[in-house]
């Protein structure tokens, strides 16, 4: 079975700080696909990224980057000089190959809650 | 583009009502999927249908139950509802197989349809 660890519940830092949510997972596939997303109140997910197994090259966009270790099954998020705006709650989740027609068959994180104060 | 659009936002009903969700894909997309949102359980799959078929389910009771049209609206149905069933029911769009674009895995969400059971 496939199992998504968000061991932070809530982080709370100031504004400008660099902050890192964890996500480690479990999965007994060769090939999966790795996610993050963002949901702000408002209550939509929104998709902020997707790796697959084959590719372990870390990925920054803009003040966003992400660090994915095969060997020790994470996929890390890293807020650069965060903002306000960044405040919301943040799921990794898990599916299995794409290709099989199951990419919508997400398994989700518990999430962590971001606070970004002023 | 218009997003995934799901109706009612709020809704209220008592034990041993049912109640029927409505979920209007991105236009094109043919994948449409649910999940419930808990604060106990997180974020966990209910089923996709993608042209008109499930094509996935997760592990809820018979009570949940779902339907796609030819036009790719999906709506959910849960049958004699208990106070457990509160929660914020999500639909995601995706483009699933179909018409030859690139499953991509990103799934696009409604703001979701928030449900509580007196």
């Known amino acids: 079975a496939q199992k998504v660890t968000q061991a932070q519940t809530e982080i709370s830092v100031v504004e400008k700080e660099d902050v890192t949510l964890d996500c480690v997972y479990e999965?007994?596939?060769?090939?999966?696909?790795l996610f993050w997303y963002k949901q702000p109140p408002s209550g939509e997910l929104v998709f902020l990224i997707r790796?697959?197994?084959?590719?372990?090259q870390n990925e920054i966009s803009g003040r966003y980057s992400w660090n994915f270790q095969k060997s020790t099954s994470s996929f890390n998020f890293t807020i650069t000089a965060s903002q306000v705006v960044d405040s919301a709650v943040y799921f990794c989740?898990?599916?299995?190959?794409?290709?099989?027609?199951?990419?919508?068959?997400?398994?989700f994180g518990t999430g962590t809650r971001l606070q970004v104060t002023l | 583009k218009a997003g995934v659009t799901q109706t009612p936002r709020y809704l209220i009903k008592t034990r041993g009502q049912q109640v029927t969700l409505s979920c209007s894909p991105i236009?094109?997309?043919?994948?449409v999927s649910w999940y419930q949102q808990t604060p106990g359980q997180g974020l966990q799959f209910l089923f996709e249908?993608?042209?008109?078929?499930?094509?996935n389910k997760g592990n809820f009771p018979g009570r949940f139950s779902g339907r796609q049209f030819s036009n790719s609206r999906s709506e959910m149905n849960v049958s004699t509802l208990e106070l457990g069933d509160s929660a914020l029911y999500l639909c995601a769009s995706s483009w699933g197989l179909a018409g030859g674009r690139a499953n991509t895995g990103e799934l696009f969400f409604g703001e979701g349809s928030r449900l509580t059971v007196l």
């Open positions: 249908y993608f042209s008109e078929t499930q094509r």
């Open positions: 999965t007994r596939d060769t090939t999966y696909y």
């Open positions: 989740a898990l599916s299995e190959a794409i290709n099989t027609g199951t990419a919508s068959k997400l398994t």
């Open positions: 236009s094109g997309h043919r994948s």
């Open positions: 790796r697959n197994s084959f590719d372990e």
